[in-house]
């Protein structure tokens, strides 16, 4: 299993970045796939994750109506918009799974096992 996540960067408060997060070794149509952060200081967290087989979507309250989460199977890639970014969204966002949860809720809350290397994400101007 491995995830290669791209596309962080240095954004204005209230722009745009769009992370993608290609997998191999598995299939982008069972297990849960999600994105993670983690600031200067503070514990890695959950901010976003997808059931791929029926879809259903789990967000940090942080992130709810600013970020989106979704896939392309046929790229086995995960993308996570992310809109209005503000200063506390700076952290190294990290791609994840696990291929024991199918739960979008369960992988966001209990943590997955495999781990892509993180993207930086600075929100600064």
């Known amino acids: 299993v491995q995830l290669q996540a791209s596309g962080g960067g240095l954004v204005q408060p209230g722009g745009s970045l769009t992370l993608s997060c290609v997998v191999s070794g598995f299939t982008l149509n069972r297990p849960a796939v999600g994105w993670f952060r983690q600031a200067p200081g503070k514990e890695r967290e959950g901010v976003s994750c997808l059931s791929t087989w029926n879809d259903i979507t789990h967000y940090a309250d942080a992130v709810k109506g600013r970020f989106t989460i979704s896939r392309d199977t046929a790229k086995n890639t995960v993308y996570l918009q992310m809109n209005n970014l503000r200063p506390e969204d700076t952290a190294v966002y990290y791609c994840?799974?696990?291929?024991?949860?199918?739960?979008?809720?369960?992988?966001?809350?209990?943590?997955?096992?495999?781990w892509g290397q993180g993207t930086q994400v600075t929100v600064s101007s």
């Open positions: 994840a799974t696990d291929l024991g949860h199918s739960s979008s809720y369960a992988l966001c809350n209990n943590g997955p096992t495999d």
